[in-house]
């Protein structure tokens, strides 16, 4: 998954939610935010990424079938103006594939209207699911696997926690394009520290040349103090780039990704510089604006606007 997030519903203060179950916090990726939020797991089932502090504290688990139920008639009652369901928390692919069909057939029961359902996978739930199975949820309306890649680097990849290799995220990568479902992939500038920084640009830019996924949306790093890495920087064991580095890290990726099509978003509030490049045909321009940004010539986001 998930450093894509952005909102949560209750901060938000959006209203329309409020009959729903919900526990601790809910995050959903920033394409999801017409979409009706109906929590099945509480947390993530990896929950060790170092950059992280979402679930930290929280155990994972999926929530009663009774709740999750009474969520689906809540909004199937109160939210039919909403034509898509994000199906969160962190992981909610993790689920046995017999509860997750409970699931989907109750939506589409209720919510007949439903265009389209959505969720976090990270790869070993992707994996776990064999390409019938995850035919079977498309079927059943899934339409969006939402996976956190973050480095393409093994390094990177191996001192952030992640618990996965490249390979295995090209792998469950290619296994959602397989059967026919849109994937949306998230990366980190600067995860990679000043050391790894060229490495995981590159590494990350062939990882997703070889995944070659429908959406791909950028972030930048942002310490938390809360989280491994934090206290990492803390302590002087880990550097933040500088706003050149982080640009020249952007650069080298895109320089890097060879898509077929498809959508590189660099436009999530954590960015410097935002970004939206149509793949290939915008590629280019994209390189011009961001050596445009590296010498200064383009305004880049005040540090005070920055956010997750
Ligand atoms: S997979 Fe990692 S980044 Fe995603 S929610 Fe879990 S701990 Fe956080």
């Known amino acids: 998954m998930v450093f894509t997030r952005s909102t949560i519903h209750?901060?938000?203060?959006?209203?329309?939610?409020?009959?729903?179950?919900?526990?601790g916090m809910i995050i959903r990726p920033p394409s999801e935010a017409d979409s009706i939020i109906l929590?099945?797991?509480?947390?993530?089932?990896?929950?060790?990424?170092?950059?992280?502090?979402t679930y930290k504290g929280?155990?994972?688990?999926?929530?009663?079938?009774?709740?999750?139920?009474?969520?689906?008639?809540?909004?199937?009652?109160?939210?039919?103006?909403?034509?898509?369901?994000?199906?969160?928390d962190g992981d909610a692919?993790?689920?046995?594939?017999?509860?997750?069909v409970r699931i989907f057939s109750r939506i589409r029961e209720e919510m007949p209207w439903v265009r389209r359902v959505g969720l976090?996978?990270?790869?070993?739930?992707?994996?776990?699911?064999?390409?019938?199975?995850?035919?079977?949820l498309r079927d059943l309306g899934l339409g969006i696997v939402y996976l956190g890649v973050e480095s393409g680097d093994a390094q990177?990849?191996?001192?952030?926690k992640k618990g996965v290799t490249p390979e295995r995220l090209i792998e469950a990568g290619r296994r959602i394009r397989s059967v026919g479902l849109k994937l949306s992939v998230t990366v980190l500038l600067g995860v990679g520290g000043r050391e790894r920084s060229m490495n995981h640009a590159r590494a990350t830019g062939e990882l997703l040349t070889a995944m070659d996924p429908n959406y791909v949306g950028v972030?930048?790093?942002?310490?938390?103090?809360?989280?491994?890495?934090?206290?990492?920087?803390?302590?002087?064991?880990?550097?933040l780039l500088t706003q050149t580095e982080f640009l020249m890290e952007l650069r080298q990726m895109l320089h890097y990704t060879h898509m077929s099509r498809g959508l590189f978003f660099a436009n999530h509030a954590s960015n410097y510089l935002p970004l939206k490049v149509r793949m290939p045909g915008e590629k280019e321009k994209?390189?011009?604006?961001?050596?445009?940004?590296?010498?200064?010539?383009?305004?880049?986001?005040?540090?005070?606007?920055?956010?997750?």
């Open 10 to 23: 209750k901060e938000q203060g959006d209203k329309r939610m409020d009959g729903m179950h919900y526990e």
């Open 39 to 53: 929590q099945v797991t509480v947390g993530c089932s990896h929950n060790k990424c170092t950059f992280c502090g």
């Open 58 to 88: 929280e155990r994972f688990r999926i929530k009663d079938d009774a709740v999750i139920d009474a969520d689906i008639q809540y909004a199937a009652k109160h939210l039919s103006f909403l034509r898509r369901v994000f199906l969160a």
């Open 93 to 100: 692919l993790i689920i046995p594939q017999a509860r997750l």
């Open 120 to 136: 976090y996978g990270n790869a070993k739930s992707i994996l776990r699911k064999t390409p019938e199975e995850l035919e079977e």
């Open 156 to 160: 990177v990849l191996k001192d952030i």
């Open 219 to 239: 972030l930048t790093l942002m310490l938390l103090p809360n989280t491994e890495l934090g206290q990492k920087a803390q302590e002087g064991r880990f550097e």
């Open 286 to 308: 994209a390189l011009t604006t961001i050596d445009e940004a590296l010498q200064g010539a383009v305004r880049l986001k005040p540090e005070w606007l920055r956010a997750l």
